[in-house]
C-alpha cells in the first residue's frame, strides 16, 4: 500500500518552454501532496504543499506564478515549470502524506523526475 | 519555521559493524521524526519514524531513539550490510511539513 506514482519519469526540453508533472496516489486517497525539489548530492527542499480544492502553499522563495499546483483530485497534484530557464534544471519530487488525523503524518515518495533545461 | 541538523555528512563502516546518524531539531512543537533512506536516482524510501510521545522504536537491525529535552534523535543500524550503503535523511515535523536534514552517505565495506 501507500504507492506514489510520478510522471514523467525524466524530461528534456528548451528553454522558454512549459513543463507539467504529475503525481498519482495509486491506492489511497491524499488530501495534502507534497513538491520537493532537490539538487545533485543535497537534501529535499520543500517547495510547496499541495492541498486538494485550495490553493497551494508555497515556501519561501519559491515563485508561485514560476511552479504552478493543481491539485484537482485525491489522487492527482500536478506541478508545472512555466517558461522553464536552465537554472530550473533538477530532480522534482512529489510525496503524498497518509492520514489526516493531526500534523506528521507519514509521507510517501513518488519515483522523481527528471528535468533538464537546454 | 523548523531546521534540522544532521551529522555526519558522509560515514564509513565495515561490515558487521553498527552505524549511527544523530539529528538535532530546533522547534519544539515538532512531534514527527521519520528517517527515509535514498539510493542514488531513486525516491527516498522511509525507513522508520518515531513520534514525540515515544522514546524509542526499533524495527529489526534498525531503531531511532528520541531525546525531547535535548530535541535530538538518532538512527541505529547494527550489522551492516553493503545493501545498507545509500544515503540517509533525517526529518522533523510539525504543521503538517517536514523539514529535512542534508544526508548522510553511509557506505558499508564489505
Known amino acids: 500500500g501507500a504507492v506514489v506514482s510520478q510522471h514523467p519519469s525524466w524530461v528534456i526540453c528548451k528553454s522558454g518552454t512549459s513543463v507539467k508533472i504529475e503525481c498519482r496516489s495509486l491506492d489511497f486517497q491524499a488530501t495534502t501532496m507534497f513538491w520537493y525539489r532537490q539538487f545533485p548530492k543535497q537534501s529535499l527542499m520543500l517547495m510547496a504543499t499541495?492541498?486538494?480544492?485550495?490553493?497551494?502553499?508555497?515556501e519561501q522563495g519559491v515563485e508561485k506564478d514560476k511552479f504552478l499546483i493543481n491539485h484537482a483530485s485525491l489522487t492527482l497534484s500536478t506541478l508545472t515549470v512555466t517558461s522553464a530557464h536552465p537554472e530550473d534544471s533538477s530532480f522534482y519530487i512529489c510525496?503524498?502524506?497518509?492520514?489526516?488525523?493531526?500534523?506528521?503524518?507519514?509521507?510517501?515518495f513518488g519515483p522523481g523526475t527528471r528535468l533538464l533545461v537546454l | 519555521g523548523e531546521n534540522v541538523e544532521q551529522h555526519p555528512s558522509t560515514l564509513s563502516v565495515q561490515e558487521g559493524d553498527s552505524a549511527v546518524i544523530k539529528c538535532t531539531y530546533s522547534?519544539?512543537?515538532?512531534?514527527?521524526f521519520p528517517w527515509y533512506k535514498q539510493e542514488l536516482g531513486k525516491r527516498p524510501q522511509l525507513i522508520i519514524d518515531?513520534?514525540?510521545?515515544?522514546g524509542e522504536k526499533k524495527d529489526q537491525r534498525i531503531a531511532v531513539t528520541l531525546n525531547k529535552t535535548a530535541k535530538h534523535f538518532s538512527l541505529h543500524i547494527t550489522e551492516t550490510q553493503p545493501e545498507d550503503s545509500a544515503v540517509y535523511f533525517c526529518?522533523?515535523?510539525?504543521?503538517?511539513?517536514?523539514?529535512f536534514g542534508k544526508g548522510t552517505l553511509l557506505t558499508v565495506n564489505p
Open positions: 526529518a522533523g515535523g510539525s504543521n503538517y511539513k517536514l523539514t
Open positions: 510525496s503524498a502524506r497518509v492520514g489526516t488525523s493531526g500534523p506528521g503524518e507519514t509521507q510517501y
Open positions: 518515531i513520534r514525540s510521545n515515544v
Open positions: 499541495s492541498n486538494e480544492g485550495s490553493k497551494a502553499t508555497y
Open positions: 522547534d519544539s512543537a515538532s512531534n514527527y
